[in-house]
């Protein structure tokens, strides 16, 4: 799924960072989730949205949480802390 332009994509995605940590280049990844490089790079750079299958399988990859991958906790973090101030 292409994002539309009136779409935002989540700032705190950083599929990049897991990969990265993971010492993988984007074709390695790409052939992990059994699509082509091209895919997984609008995926990465925010062209594409993942849909559900796709974010189970990187948490499974990068060892993580939905949450986590779509920088859930942190955005929670950051309310939580406002509503202190």
């Given amino acids: ?15 990049k960072d897991f990969r990265l940590n993971l010492g993988l280049n984007q074709r390695e990844l790409a ?11 609008r995926l990465e750079i ?15 990859i990068f060892m993580c949480t939905p949450n986590d991958l779509l920088g859930i906790r942190s955005k929670y973090k950051k309310v939580m802390n406002n509503l202190d101030d």
């Fill in 1 to 15: 799924m292409r994002v539309k332009k009136n779409e935002q994509f989540p700032d705190d995605l950083k599929l």
């Fill in 31 to 41: 052939e992990m989730m059994s699509i082509s490089q091209a895919q997984y790079n």
């Fill in 46 to 60: 925010g062209k594409s949205m993942l849909n559900a299958a796709q974010i189970l399988q990187l948490c499974d």
